[in-house]
């Protein structure tokens, strides 16, 4: 038998209403920038310089790119998306992509899988440590242009270190032709590139690696998993925010690789290396189609733009998924 709020032999029971949700302010983005304009005179400056800078050019190239500019004439045309529909219409531009991606892609998983591996070897304890770090970073701080330089000398055919020792080693008979043969520059240049970014993977993961329960590893390993299950079933699942974000990260850096590319075979031989950065750098500054080139970068931007939504998620999604656990 139920006991109602009045019953005399309980008492008397208050009754208390949900509490209600508080109202909405009502203030749009205008009014609370209105509120706060004192706080935006401190960082006016810095918007003023990156008007200046990034948004000046970004809406000039956008603009740019419905006009045509033809090298002979100081005159500008405005041809609607004509410039796109040529850009899109062209077979050389899905050739570049292919090599775009073909580039991005392969110095994206060997760059993060090496340094996986070097994550994994220095997060342990051995002698000479810290001696191991600071060598596996040299890499990261050498420059693109000397490392570029540094990677032509290597790979010459005739002077280089590689072709060299092979040969003196009787392991080949002529030299090899790394930046001169349209089947052996990229994955020569992706080589160089892993060279270059393997230890920024490296320091990323080596810091979720850090995060890494120590508990559960232990539990794992009193549970009878070997170092395999371990590492897939409680070390990937932990990194897996900083796995994606350092992927991504690395994806775009290499879509924007220019120095290393440019000054190793300038996209050469016949085209076999050029990507899209390097096209753009072509169009516009030795073939002049500032035009066409314009319409390019747009649509290198659009791609950016996409991966960028794709790590502004992942930033923000290990946030959301612990206030909807809260």
Not at 106 to 117: M, P
């Amino acid at each position: 038998m139920a006991i109602s709020p009045t019953d005399p032999l309980a008492g008397p029971v208050p009754l208390t209403a949900a509490p209600k949700p508080p109202p909405p302010s009502g203030r749009g983005l205008l009014s609370e920038i209105g509120r706060h304009r004192t706080d935006y005179l401190w960082v006016a400056p810095a918007l003023l310089v990156m008007l200046l800078v990034i948004a000046y050019p970004f809406f000039y190239t956008i603009d740019l790119s419905f006009y045509d500019t033809p090298p002979s004439s100081a005159n500008w045309y405005f041809n609607g998306v004509n410039n796109y529909v040529q850009v899109l219409s062209d077979p050389a531009f899905w050739a570049i992509t292919l090599n775009t991606v073909y580039w991005a892609v392969g110095s994206t998983v060997l760059a993060f899988l090496i340094g996986l591996g070097a994550a994994l070897v220095i997060q342990r304890e051995f002698i000479g440590r810290s001696l191991v770090r600071g060598l596996l970073m040299i890499p990261y701080v050498i420059s693109y242009v000397a490392a570029a330089y540094v990677w032509r000398w290597l790979y010459h055919s005739d002077y280089g270190l590689i072709s060299g020792v092979l040969y003196d080693a009787f392991i080949i008979d002529s030299p090899i032709n790394f930046l001169d043969s349209t089947s052996m520059v990229m994955p020569s240049l992706i080589v160089a590139n892993v060279w270059k970014e393997f230890p920024f993977a490296m320091i990323m993961l080596l810091a979720g690696l850090q995060t890494v329960p120590q508990q559960l590893l232990n539990a794992a390993r009193v549970d009878g998993a070997n170092a395999w299950n371990r590492f897939w079933h409680v070390t990937v699942p932990t990194l897996r925010g900083v796995i994606i974000i350092t992927s991504i990260l690395l994806f775009v850096g290499n879509l924007n690789s220019f120095g290393l590319v440019w000054i190793m075979t300038g996209g050469g031989p016949a085209n076999a290396s050029q990507i899209w950065i390097t096209q753009v750098y072509t169009l516009a500054f030795q073939s002049l189609q500032y035009g066409r080139a314009s319409a390019y970068s747009v649509v290198l931007f659009i791609v950016m733009l996409a991966l960028g939504y794709f790590y502004v998620r992942a930033l923000t999604g290990g946030g959301r998924k612990r206030e909807a656990r809260g």
